[in-house]
């Protein structure tokens, strides 16, 4: 892929003196061991270097892309999130600490995105999210740990149910929850991404935890009973 | 502890959310209350099968597509101009400080032209046209002022109020109002009968408009053909006085 210099045209800082041409390398392999260290690649590609700026997107996409899909329930809304999100990234890298810890900034951004697009969503008087039918049109491999088939259904059919109860959730016990159980970061951490406080983010997990402990019980017996 | 405090607590007992005290409080009453406790296992399993909340499996190659549209959109992004980027163009403290100052030249010069023009450009008495009409509100306001009263009606407003030191211009324009008025008497005076002016008011008045300089002298006929007005007055530096005139 070529980059022209017309490129760094609104690259964080310093990047139009870039005027070179870059070849991306699509894995990486240019970059030598030594550079692949997450701050030098930041910073480099804070400077305006594409390749570093690409070799971020590779290493933090699959989770973007997967925080995406749980927040928002479906392959389309989450590609377009993420494109938007690596979007932001780049234009906001330049503000970007190195102190901070670039993860937990990569997912407030993912959040806010994920957010916006709710919130498009809503405005459009579309139907709030469709895990289950996203998963049934591209149902996930199920780990083969047991060869009973009948405990494999029963597997796939709770982890149905639970994608079904996150969607029903609020925005923000939603984020709650999958930050804190799923992508497992602390409560503060949570509530730093969040920007809020832990407090709140205590009492957004439990009751999101209730509610899908609710929602769990409710239609397993009824999923019990219909088998 | 009792049932409902711990219920309210158990979301976050399993994720070891709570202060050490609860945390045993809680222990401690699990192990008195299986509903509680089962309650507990619930949400332990709630737990786990979040663990297992994974999306499905994407392809490089969708990886590499979304790779492709963001540079893509950066391209874009650089190519159109925003407004954000018109506004940082335009807001340049070069440019802001180039147009401030352009900005207070310009009205230093504007104003300076018409300060200058307002001492100099303000319209000559001599231009001005001698009004036409006949009424008495275009006679002087300074009319009433105690001033030394002659035997002719029109010859009383030509003299200015004694002790009074106007300036050049308000005294110009004073006599000139003046002389105004007087040629009003006079032409009304001669409507009925003779000429209205003398020729030497006319050239007297005329000579005033033009060099206020040279001392005044006006000649204004009466009623009575033997009895003619003379007023000699200096032109800017001397106040005429009432004793300058005879008869």
């Given at each position: ?227 | ?7 309210k607590l158990l979301p976050l007992f399993t994720s070891h959310d709570l202060s050490d005290e609860r945390v045993r409080s809680i222990t401690v009453h699990l192990q008195t209350c299986a509903r509680c406790a089962a309650g507990a296992k619930e949400y332990r399993e709630t737990s786990q099968l979040l663990q297992e909340f994974v999306p499905p499996e994407f ?8 790779r492709r549209d963001v540079w893509r959109q950066i391209e874009t992004a650089s190519d159109a101009p925003t407004l954000r980027g018109l506004l940082a163009g335009w807001l340049q403290p070069r440019l802001v400080w180039a147009a401030a100052i352009t900005l207070l030249v310009t009205v230093s010069a504007v104003g300076i032209y018409f300060i200058a023009n ?130």
């Amino acid at each position: 892929m070529k980059v022209g210099s017309e490129l760094f045209m609104h690259a964080p800082s310093g990047a139009s003196k870039m005027a070179l041409a870059v070849e991306i390398p699509l894995l990486g392999t240019a970059l030598t061991r030594n550079q692949t260290s997450l701050d030098l690649l930041i910073e480099r590609a804070a400077a305006g270097d594409a390749t570093a700026f690409e070799q971020i997107m590779i290493s933090s996409q699959p989770r973007v892309m997967a925080m995406s899909w749980r927040m928002l329930g479906n392959e389309a809304d989450a590609r377009d999130a993420s494109q938007e999100v690596f979007l932001r990234v780049y234009k906001y890298l330049g503000r970007f600490k190195q102190d901070q810890d670039f993860f937990a900034w990569l997912y407030r951004i993912t959040v806010n995105v994920c957010r916006d697009i709710l919130k498009k969503r809503r405005q459009q008087g579309e139907s709030p999210v469709s895990i289950a039918a996203d998963m049934d049109e591209g149902r996930p491999e199920i780990p083969a740990a047991d060869d009973d088939a009948e405990q494999t259904l029963i597997h796939a059919q709770q982890r149905e149910l639970i994608s079904r109860a996150i969607a029903l959730l609020p925005y923000k016990e939603r984020a709650s929850i999958l930050l804190r159980d799923v992508e497992g970061f602390s409560t503060e951490e949570v509530a730093r991404i969040l920007k809020s406080s832990s407090t709140t983010v205590r009492s957004q997990i439990s009751s999101a935890r209730r509610k899908i402990r609710d929602y769990c019980r409710r239609h397993q017996g009824l999923t019990q009973e219909s088998r | 502890m009792n049932c409902r405090q711990v219920e309210k607590l158990l979301p976050l007992f399993t994720s070891h959310d709570l202060s050490d005290e609860r945390v045993r409080s809680i222990t401690v009453h699990l192990q008195t209350c299986a509903r509680c406790a089962a309650g507990a296992k619930e949400y332990r399993e709630t737990s786990q099968l979040l663990q297992e909340f994974v999306p499905p499996e994407f392809s490089e190659d969708s990886f590499a597509e979304i790779r492709r549209d963001v540079w893509r959109q950066i391209e874009t992004a650089s190519d159109a101009p925003t407004l954000r980027g018109l506004l940082a163009g335009w807001l340049q403290p070069r440019l802001v400080w180039a147009a401030a100052i352009t900005l207070l030249v310009t009205v230093s010069a504007v104003g300076i032209y018409f300060i200058a023009n307002r001492g100099t450009t303000q319209p000559s008495v001599a231009d001005k046209p001698a009004p036409v009409n006949r009424n008495t509100e275009n006679e002087p306001k300074d009319k009433e002022s105690p001033t030394p009263r002659l035997a002719s009606k029109g010859a009383s407003d030509i003299h200015p109020a004694p002790g009074s030191r106007p300036r050049q211009r308000t005294h110009q324009k004073v006599v000139t109002d003046q002389l105004n008025s007087l040629a009003l008497n006079a032409s009304g005076h001669a409507s009925n009968s003779t000429p209205p002016l003398t020729a030497n008011t006319t050239e007297s008045a005329a000579s005033f408009k033009k060099d206020t300089t040279k001392t005044l002298r006006l000649e204004i006929q009466t009623k009575n053909p033997n009895i003619r007005i003379i007023w000699f007055a200096p032109g800017e530096t001397k106040q005429p006085s009432p004793n300058s005139k005879g008869i």
